[in-house]
């Protein structure tokens, strides 16, 4: 993983994965999609707030006709740990009945998020529900989903940038980074 000069407004980040990885990694996904999805009517669910940036590449190189849905999620609690309740913040435009749904996170941290939606999907009816996360931290599992899908595995830190928040800040970095003390 290359190196890529801190951004200077933001000296507390050191960059783990830059923007080449990340674009090159969002173009393999997206390859592999293409062909599992090919003849397939796909509906890609962005978990919001932390997938969106991740999603808006990721569905550039899925070469497919799909749907785009959002569905806005939040845990109680900040800092650097969730407190597992989790909450809809904001609800998809469209009925999922009988849809094809890639549901795109931005990491799978405890696995208490990505459970709670599976549950939530599979009272809706869905005819399949997989999984897509950029980010995977194994370590930290505490349920034990199934993400079909993974950019990649990382280790127990506390990752910012590229759709991924701490208090709110940092979602606009291009590259993902590591949030130094
Ligand atoms: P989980 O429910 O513990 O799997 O965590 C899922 C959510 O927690 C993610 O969608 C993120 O919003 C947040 N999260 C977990 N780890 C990190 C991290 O390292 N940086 C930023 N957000 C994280
Ligand atoms: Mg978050």
Sequence with gaps: MSEEFPVPWAPCVRVL??????ATRVG????????DYAGRPLTVLCV??????????????????????FLGVASYGSGTRSSGEVRITSDTGTPL?????????????????LRFLLQALGARGCRTVRTCALLDKPSRRVEP?????????????????????HDERWR??????????
Excluded at 54 to 63: G, K, M, N, Q, T
Excluded at 148 to 157: C, K, L, N
Excluded at 172 to 181: A, C, D, R, S, Y
């Design 17 to 22: 994965l830059d923007r080449a990885a990340l």
């Design 97 to 113: 009945h009988d849809r094809d749904v890639l549901v795109v996170e931005d990491i799978v941290d405890t696995g208490l998020t």
């Design 48 to 69: 919001l707030k932390g997938a969106s940036l991740f999603a808006a590449d990721l569905v550039r190189a899925i070469e497919v006709p799909l749907h785009l849905e």
């Design 172 to 181: 606009n970095l291009p590259f993902i980074g590591v949030l130094e003390p």
């Design 145 to 165: 989903v199934v993400v079909d899908y993974t950019g990649f595995t990382v280790e127990d830190r506390f990752l910012v940038g590229y759709g991924l928040d």
């Design 28 to 35: 393999e996904l997206g390859a592999q999609l293409t062909l």
